[in-house]
């Protein structure tokens, strides 16, 4: 199946309606992807219909969660999952967080070819990140252990903002960690298009956030 017939039914599956100049911007991120993967090792992509299920449609799968105006995407590497919210959501203002150098540079080259004004890439430990600004939404997949996320990136997250943590397999040992001063709203279980494992997503939040 060709990338772009995969998807179109991909988003169909999810229940996603994208124009179809989203849906081209999409595609020629996944081969920027692609041809920088050869020399910067970003991401495991092991083939074009795998880049498109695991990374695309699994990245949009967040979208549905996803009302806040402005979010944070801890350890990006890649650009996932948040490049591919920031192309189906022009509106949103999307900061891309990474400390490898290399991955930055990507980040900021696949900002400039897509033409997506609303993101912006900061290298760096997000435990050092010091923004003027605080955030309504960070989200971050496979970065850390929850309670980590959470004591690392706590500084960021505006008072009634929402961490979106991108997990496989149900995290019940990792809920359990978090300190109590947070708490998950919502896990949701994820059927993504062509991926066969587990994925979740965790929903939380905390009163105690803030400047």
Request: proline share 4%; charged share 20%; aromatic share 6%.
């Amino acid at each position: 199946m060709a990338a772009a017939e995969q998807l179109e039914r991909g988003l169909q599956d999810l229940g996603i309606e994208l124009s179809a100049r989203a849906q081209e911007k999409l595609l020629a991120y996944a081969t920027l992807l692609e041809k920088w993967n050869r020399t910067y090792r970003l991401t495991a992509v092991p083939n074009a219909a795998q880049t498109v299920s695991h990374h695309l449609l699994d990245s949009l799968a967040v979208l549905p969660f996803l009302s806040a105006e402005s979010l944070l995407d801890v350890g990006s590497g890649g650009g996932m999952p948040g490049i591919p919210l920031a192309i189906a959501r022009p509106e949103l203002r999307v900061f891309l967080l990474d400390s490898n150098s290399k991955k930055s540079a990507f980040l900021r080259q696949a900002a400039i070819e897509l033409e997506l004004a609303n993101i912006a890439v900061h290298c760096g430990r997000v435990e050092e990140y010091r923004p003027a600004f605080s955030f309504a939404a960070i989200t971050a997949r496979a970065f850390a252990d929850l309670a980590e996320l959470v004591r690392l990136s706590r500084h960021l997250l505006q008072v009634d903002g929402h961490w979106l943590a991108m997990k496989g397999i149900c995290p019940q040992a990792e809920i359990a960690r978090l300190p109590a001063d947070v708490a998950v709203d919502a896990l949701h279980r994820l059927a993504v298009p062509g991926v066969a494992g587990e994925r979740h997503l965790v929903l939380i939040s905390s009163r105690a956030v803030g400047h």
